[in-house]
């Protein structure tokens, strides 16, 4: 019983150790949770700073990109376009009853809605596509529209354009080319235009004129004023 007694206390003292040791590990633990934890609070805030950050971005962009104010004058732009182009349109025998117009926004192939300028054309009241157009029907309409976008450009910047080139610009239009250069010579007040064409039976209509004649081995070049 006496020796029994001795190793009593010694038997205690190891399971305090244990204990205590038991303690230790879990303090340890816990110490390294709570870092841990303070690392995922500290990474969740900067990624909520940066959330933030990106939101207001988007809502900048909204506001002033395409999808916001600047998309808003685009398509007042596109529409003065639109009004000037069909003005001069009216005066033109083949294209009288064209009126030109702009879609901003298309479905995309998901059916989700994406900002694009898509021109159309109505043809006596009938919404269509450029390609219905015949090619003197389209020459007529493209030197309208490069006409009212110059005019648009113009009123809108307090500017005035010095001069203006155009190529090949009465391609098929027959009986309404003399309509077209009716409506370039009122436009051409105060301003050089220059004109290449192959044809020669308006020539009278230009101030000056120069002629190029093809040869065998080369060119001549004629100038009449």
């Known amino acids: 019983r006496s020796i029994g007694s001795k190793f009593a206390p010694n038997e205690e003292f190891g399971q305090l150790l244990s204990k205590v040791s038991a303690l230790q590990l ?18 969740k805030q900067i990624e909520a700073s940066l959330t933030k950050k ?11 990109g395409r999808f916001g104010f600047l998309g808003t004058i685009v398509s007042e732009v596109l529409e003065e376009i639109a009004v000037e182009t069909n ?16 879609d901003i926004e298309k479905n995309t192939v998901k059916g989700e809605p994406k900002k ?6 109505t043809i006596d009241g009938c919404k269509s596509k450029l ?15 490069d006409l009212s976008i110059i005019t648009v450009v113009q009123r809108r ?7 203006l ?17 009716d409506l370039l010579s009122q436009f051409a007040h105060n301003k050089l235009v220059l004109v290449v064409d192959h044809g020669s039976e308006f020539v009278e209509m230009f101030s000056n004129v120069i002629q190029i004649v093809k040869e ?10």
């Open 26 to 43: 879990q303090a340890q633990v816990y110490e390294q949770n709570q870092n841990i934890q303070k690392t995922i609070d500290q990474q």
């Open 131 to 145: 390609s219905s157009l015949s090619g003197g029907m389209l020459s007529s309409l493209e030197l309208a529209v």
């Open 216 to 225: 065998n081995d080369g060119s001549t070049t004629i100038v009449a004023n």
């Open 87 to 102: 003005k001069m349109l009216a005066n033109i025998p083949n294209v009288e009853k064209v009126t030109l117009g702009f």
């Open 116 to 121: 694009a300028i898509m021109p159309f054309v």
């Open 165 to 181: 080139a155009i190529d090949e610009a009465f391609d098929g239009q027959g009986a309404s080319k003399e309509s077209t250069l």
């Open 54 to 64: 990106m939101d207001l971005e988007l809502d900048f962009v909204r506001l002033v």
């Open 157 to 163: 910047a307090g500017i005035k354009t010095g001069w």
